[in-house]
């Protein structure tokens, strides 16, 4: 029974390492500001879970300077519309 919950665990970890390495470019930068848990205590909004066509109408709004924050303006400027769609469409499956 050991040896099973071993090697289910094993497996599991597997899983998770694969998920987490089909990130798109420019999706691991998110992480250093934004909590990895949608329902972290945090002043950035977690990311995860999140509707990703919210997550590319905000991030439009950053890059157009229609919304001026501390550094998302800035960091939104680095990114095309399809990193954008694509690092959106990530974290929304992510839960």
């Known amino acids: 029974m050991n040896r ?34 949608p329902g972290a205590d945090s002043p950035v909004p977690p990311l995860a879970g999140r509707n990703a066509a919210d997550v590319v109408r905000q991030m439009q709004a950053f890059r157009s300077g229609e919304v001026q924050v501390t550094v998302m303006d800035k960091i939104a400027k680095g990114f095309s519309d399809e990193e954008i769609q694509a690092i959106a469409s990530w974290y929304a499956e992510q839960k």
Do not use: D, T
């Open 4 to 37: 099973l919950v071993a090697v289910l665990a094993c497996a599991i970890a597997s899983i998770s390492a694969a998920v987490a390495a089909e990130a798109p470019p420019g999706a691991a930068s998110c992480s250093g500001c934004h909590a990895a848990m």
